[in-house]
């Protein structure tokens, strides 16, 4: 598996980030899932922002680790990795604002665009998920 805790300075990687705004936003999400999560940030891979860990196997029996939450400033949006998903939260997604969603990423362009209590509520939902399937 690539995306493995580094070593990197996670501050390091924010400054480094090209578009002010993204690199704003960034510092924005680090502190609020710092925060909730209870985890110092790390890197994980070259490129995400990842809190705690948590192990996985599934039933073809792959396993590894990986953040319980996380997120990657990327040129095009900011990514957060909503490891179960989202669909226990399908309300807050209506209500959040402008966004798209892969199966485990949130898609968000600018902070300023969605309802940064509903995406509080997201990640706490999230992170209440991952204590029960993945207990620390």
């Known amino acids: 598996m690539k995306t493995k805790p580094t070593k990197a ?5 924010i400054e480094a980030v090209d578009q002010e705004g993204r690199r704003e936003d960034s510092k924005v999400i680090l502190e609020m899932m710092q925060r909730l999560s209870g985890h110092q940030p790390r890197m994980w891979g070259p490129s995400i922002i990842g809190f705690g860990s948590y192990h996985y196997k599934y ?17 095009s949006s900011l990514v957060l990795y909503i490891i179960p998903g989202f669909s226990k939260v399908e309300g807050l997604l209506n209500r959040l604002g402008k966004h798209k969603l892969g199966k485990s990423c949130l898609y968000i362009g600018r902070l300023s665009s969605v309802d940064m209590a509903v995406l509080e509520e997201i990640i706490v939902q999230a992170l209440a998920y991952m204590d029960e399937k993945y207990p620390r």
């Open 59 to 75: 039933d073809s029996g792959r396993e590894g680790n990986m953040c319980r939450i996380g997120f990657s400033p990327r040129k």
């Open 9 to 13: 300075d996670v501050n390091a990687f």
